[in-house]
C-alpha cells in the first residue's frame, strides 16, 4: 500500500510541478510531463522498472482520446473528410514507411526489419499533436484538420501493422526468442478469436463493430436517460467510463485496436445529447492518463545506452524528422495547403508516435528485430516526441510571425465558429433559442433534466444533457469562443456561477441572465452579467396595462403609463444594485433603504404626474407648434 | 350612398377636446366606420391585412388628426408607410384603392394669420399638407381639400368649436349621401366650417 501511495505522490508530484512550469514557460504540456518523467526516472531514479507496467496501463490514454475525438466527429464530418483520410493519410504513411525502409536496407538492415522500421517510423504521436492542437485551438483549421486526417489514417493502419509484423519474422531471432521463452508471453492474453477459422474470425470480427454501432446509436440514449434520471454525476462518470473501458475490451477480445473501437463508438456518439456530457466526464480521466503515459516515455529513456550511441541517436532522430517533415511538406504542396496550414502540416507530424513503442515491443516479441535494434529505435522515438513541442514553438515565434506579417489580417483564419450557449431549456431558454436559430445563429442548448432534452428533441430543437454549472462543461460547449452565453436555468445559486465563471474566464463574453426577483438581479449584476431579465418582471407589467385598460385607460395612454413605469423600476434596481450587499440583508442595509425609499418616491411623482398635470414624464410631448398654446385643462 | 372611414390618430387622447368632439360625431352617424389608431395599436404593430381589407370596404377615407410638427402623428406616418404597399396602393398592380377619396381633417394649434407666407409659420395649412396630397395623387385617389379649424385649443373658449363640430357632421352625411360638391371644393385651399360645399337637400 505504502509503495501505490508512493509511486503515485511521485508521478502526480512530478506532474504538478513539471508541467505548469512548462507551461508557463511556453512549452506545452506534453513536454512538462515528458521532462517530469525524465527527472524522476533517469534523473533521480525514484521509480525503476515498474513504469513499463503503468505506461500500458496509461496507454488507456490514448483510447479515452480517440473516444474524444469520435465525439468530436459526426459521422457526416468523417465522410466529408474520407478523401484527406485515404489521399493524404495513405501517401504520408506508404511514403515514408517505403523510404525509411529503403534507407535502413541501405544501411545494412536485413530486408524484413527494414520494412518493420519503416512502418514503425511512418506513424506519428497522436497524443501529443491533437493534444497541442487542442491547445493551441489550431484543430478546426486546414493544417489541424489536414494533420488530424493524417493522424486518424495511421492509427486505422496500425491494426493491419500488426498483422502484417508476424509474417516478417527473421527466422535467427525467432529461434533466438524462442530459446530465451520461459512461457507465458502473448498467448495468454484473454482472447475470442484463438483458434477460429478465418472466416469466423471475420465473421466475430464484423458482429463486434455491428455491436458497438447498433448499441451506440440505439441503446445508449434510453441506457443514458435512465442512468441520468438518477441525477448522480458520479453515477454517469461511472457508465461514461464503463463505455469507453467496455467497448476496449470487447475490441480487444476479437483481435482489433481498442482505440479503434473507442474511436468509432464516438462517431457514433456525435449526435447524441449526451455528447458534452460524455466529453466532459472522460475528458480528466483522458488527460490524466496521457500525463501518465507521457512521463513513463520520460522515465523510460535509457540514459546509459544513449550515452554510449549519443551521436547515433541523435543523428538518426534528425535525419528521421527532416525526412518525415520532407515527405509531409510534398503532400502539403500537392494537396495545395498555404501559408502557415502548409507549416504546421509540415512539422506538426514530423516525430515518431506513441504507437512506435507498441509497435516495436511487438516487432522484438515476434522476432522481426533484434533486441538491440530496437533499443536503439525506441530511443529515437522517445527523442523524437520530445522534440516535437519544439517544432510547434518553432511553428509559434518563427512561422506565424513571419508568414502572417507579410499578409493582411484579413486571412487570418477563424479557426473556430463563434456560437451561443444556452444553459437551460425550459420554459424561458427555449424562446430564446428559438428566436436565436431562426436568425441564423448556431446556439448549444444545455439541459439538467434528461426529459426535457428528450421531449425537444421530438420537436426537433437540438440539446444536450449536463450541468451548465460545471466549468468543464461550458468549456467542452465551448465557452471559449462563443460569442454569448444565455443562462436561463431554475436554480439561482448555480446561475450566478455560471456568470461568475463565464465572465471570468472570458471578460469580454456577453452574458444575458434571468433573475427571478430583485436580489437575484443584484447577485447577477455583481457576477458580471450583462442584462439580467426578471422572468415575472414583463408579464407583469403586462398584466398591470391590461389592469389599466380593462378600467377604461386608452390603451395607448396605459401603453405610456407603463413605459415610464419601467423605465423608472429599471433606474430603481440600478440604483439599488450599488447599494446592495450580499452579506447584509436588505432590511438592515441602512443605505439601501434610504436608496429604496428615494426611489419610491420618484416612482410615485412620476406616476402622479401622469394622473395629474400634464407635466409628469409620462406625457411631456404633443403639445401643438407654435407659441405656447392656452392651457388644455380649462 | 358612400362608405367613409375615419381614422383618428390622437397620441394624447386625454388631452384632446376639438378632435374628442368631432370623434363623438363620427361615432354617431350611420355608414361611418370609426376608427382610434392609437387605441387599435397602443405599440405601433400595425395589421397591415386587416387595415388593407378595411380600405377596400370604403369609398372615401378621412384622416383626423392635430397637426403635429406639420405633419400627421407618428402613428398615422407609420400606418402610411407600412398600409400603402408597393404593388397594393401604388406602383405594379397598385390599384386597390384607385377611384377612393382621401380627405384629412386637420386641427392646427395655431391662429390662421400663423399659416401664412407673413405669419410665424410662413407656409399655408394646404402647402404643410401636400405630402398627403401626393400620397393620395400616388395612389389613384382624390384628394379633398382639408377640412381644418385653427387655433383649436382656444375653439372652445372662443365659442367656435360647436360650429365645427356640426359641420363636420354635416361634411361626413354629404359626403354619405352624395351631396358634397366637389367641384366646388376642388376650388377651395382650406376647407372650414364657414366654406363647406354642400349640394342642395343636404342634411
Known amino acids: ?634 | 350612398m358612400k362608405k367613409i372611414l375615419v381614422l383618428l390618430a390622437h397620441p394624447a387622447p386625454r388631452h384632446s377636446v376639438t378632435n374628442g368632439q368631432l370623434s363623438t360625431v363620427a361615432q354617431s352617424i350611420d355608414g361611418v366606420t370609426f376608427v382610434d389608431l392609437y387605441k387599435d395599436y397602443p405599440r405601433f404593430k400595425i395589421n397591415i391585412e386587416a387595415e388593407q381589407a378595411r380600405l377596400e370596404e370604403h369609398d372615401i377615407i378621412l384622416f383626423q388628426f392635430p397637426l403635429m410638427w406639420y405633419s400627421t402623428p407618428s402613428l398615422l406616418k407609420e400606418w402610411q408607410d407600412l398600409v400603402l404597399e408597393y404593388g397594393y396602393a401604388y406602383g405594379e398592380g397598385g390599384t386597390a384603392l384607385k377611384g377612393k377619396f382621401l380627405l384629412p381633417v386637420v386641427s392646427a394649434g395655431g391662429p390662421e394669420n400663423a399659416y401664412d407666407a407673413d405669419g410665424y409659420n410662413n407656409f399655408d395649412l394646404r402647402t404643410f399638407l401636400t405630402p398627403l396630397e401626393q400620397t393620395a395623387d400616388l395612389c389613384h385617389m382624390t384628394y379633398i381639400s382639408p377640412y381644418a379649424i385653427y387655433a383649436s385649443l382656444r375653439a372652445i373658449k372662443d365659442g367656435r368649436l360647436d360650429l365645427h363640430t356640426s359641420q363636420y357632421k354635416a361634411l361626413l352625411c354629404a359626403l354619405r349621401d352624395d351631396k358634397f360638391d366637389y367641384k366646388q371644393a376642388a376650388k377651395l385651399d382650406i376647407l372650414t366650417c364657414e366654406n363647406l360645399p354642400l349640394k342642395q337637400g343636404a342634411k
Not at chain 1, 23 to 31: A, E
Request: charged share 20%; hydrophobic share 50%.
Open chain 1, 1 to 634: 500500500m505504502t509503495g501505490f501511495l508512493f509511486q503515485a505522490f511521485v508521478y502526480l508530484c512530478a506532474a504538478v510541478i513539471a508541467v505548469p512550469i512548462a507551461k508557463r514557460l511556453g512549452l506545452g504540456s506534453v513536454l512538462g510531463y515528458l521532462i517530469a518523467g525524465i527527472v524522476i526516472g533517469p534523473v533521480i531514479g525514484l521509480v525503476g522498472s515498474e513504469t513499463q507496467d503503468i505506461q500500458h496501463f496509461a496507454e488507456f490514454g490514448v483510447v479515452m482520446m480517440l473516444f474524444l475525438v469520435g465525439l468530436e466527429l459526426e459521422p457526416k464530418a468523417l465522410w466529408a473528410m474520407r478523401h484527406k483520410l485515404l489521399g493524404l493519410g495513405g501517401l504520408q504513411v506508404g511514403l515514408t514507411a517505403g523510404i525509411i525502409a529503403a534507407i535502413a536496407y541501405a544501411l545494412g538492415v536485413n530486408v524484413q526489419s527494414s520494412i518493420a522500421v519503416g512502418l514503425v517510423f511512418s506513424l506519428s504521436s497522436t497524443a501529443i499533436v491533437l493534444q497541442t492542437l487542442n491547445e493551441k485551438g489550431l484543430m478546426k483549421s486546414d493544417g489541424g484538420q489536414s494533420s488530424f486526417s493524417v493522424l486518424l489514417f495511421q492509427d486505422i493502419a496500425v491494426i493491419p501493422m500488426l498483422a502484417l509484423i508476424p509474417l516478417l519474422a527473421v527466422q535467427e531471432l525467432v529461434d533466438h526468442l524462442h530459446h530465451d521463452e520461459h512461457g507465458g508471453g502473448h498467448g495468454a492474453e484473454l482472447s475470442l478469436v484463438d483458434g477460429l477459422a478465418g472466416w469466423q474470425v471475420a465473421g466475430v470480427t464484423m458482429l463486434a463493430v455491428a455491436v458497438v454501432i447498433v448499441g451506440g446509436h440505439y441503446l445508449s440514449r434510453p441506457l443514458f436517460r435512465f442512468i441520468a434520471g438518477a441525477k448522480l454525476r458520479e453515477v454517469f462518470t461511472a457508465a461514461a467510463l464503463l463505455l469507453v473501458i467496455g467497448i476496449a475490451l470487447l475490441m480487444s477480445l476479437v483481435g482489433l485496436s481498442p482505440a479503434l473501437g473507442t474511436f468509432l463508438a464516438g462517431v457514433v456518439l456525435a449526435n447524441s445529447e449526451f455528447r458534452h456530457e460524455l466529453e466532459s466526464d472522460i475528458d480528466p480521466f483522458k488527460g490524466l492518463l496521457l500525463g501518465l503515459f507521457f512521463i513513463t516515455v520520460g522515465a523510460g529513456i535509457n540514459f546509459g545506452y544513449l550515452q554510449d550511441n549519443l551521436a547515433t541517436v541523435f543523428g538518426l532522430t534528425f535525419g528521421l524528422m527532416l525526412l518525415k517533415a520532407l515527405v509531409l511538406l510534398g503532400l502539403a504542396f500537392i494537396f495545395k495547403l498555404k501559408g502557415t496550414d502548409r507549416w504546421l502540416f509540415t512539422l506538426s507530424l514530423a516525430q515518431a508516435g506513441e504507437f512506435g513503442f507498441v509497435l516495436l515491443s511487438f516487432t522484438v516479441q515476434n522476432g522481426v528485430i533484434s533486441g538491440e535494434l530496437s533499443q536503439l529505435l525506441l530511443l529515437v522515438v522517445a527523442l523524437s516526441m520530445l522534440l516535437t513541442p519544439l517544432l510547434f514553438i518553432l511553428y509559434d515565434k518563427v512561422i506565424v510571425p513571419k508568414l502572417t506579417g507579410d499578409r493582411s489580417r484579413e486571412e487570418d483564419e477563424i479557426t473556430e465558429q463563434g456560437t451561443v450557449i444556452i444553459a437551460g431549456t425550459g420554459r424561458f431558454g427555449q424562446i430564446i433559442n428559438r428566436l436565436l436559430l431562426g436568425n441564423g445563429f448556431q446556439t448549444v442548448v444545455l439541459d439538467l433534466s434528461a426529459e426535457m432534452v428528450d421531449r425537444l428533441g421530438k420537436f426537433g430543437v437540438r440539446s444536450f444533457y449536463g450541468d451548465a454549472s460545471r466549468p468543464d462543461l461550458l468549456h467542452a460547449a465551448g465557452l471559449h469562443d462563443a460569442k454569448m452565453i444565455v443562462v436561463a436555468i431554475d436554480d439561482p445559486d448555480r446561475a450566478a456561477e455560471i456568470v461568475q465563471h463565464a465572465r471570468h474566464e472570458r471578460p469580454d463574453i456577453h452574458i444575458v441572465a434571468r433573475a427571478r426577483d430583485r436580489t437575484e438581479v443584484y447577485r447577477l449584476y455583481r457576477a458580471g452579467a450583462n442584462d439580467i431579465i426578471r422572468e415575472t418582471f414583463d408579464s407583469s407589467v403586462r398584466a398591470g396595462r391590461s389592469a389599466l385598460e380593462g378600467l377604461g385607460i386608452h390603451p395607448y395612454e396605459a401603453e405610456k403609463i407603463v413605459t415610464a413605469f419601467t423605465a423608472m423600476d429599471l433606474k430603481g434596481i440600478r440604483k439599488l444594485a450599488d447599494a446592495y450587499d450580499p452579506d447584509t440583508p436588505a432590511h438592515e442595509n441602512a443605505e439601501y433603504i434610504r436608496l429604496a425609499h428615494e426611489v419610491a418616491a420618484e416612482m410615485d411623482e412620476a406616476m402622479m404626474g401622469s394622473r395629474g398635470a400634464h407635466k409628469g414624464s409620462v406625457d411631456r410631448a404633443w403639445m401643438p407648434p407654435g407659441k405656447r398654446p392656452d392651457s388644455i385643462d380649462e
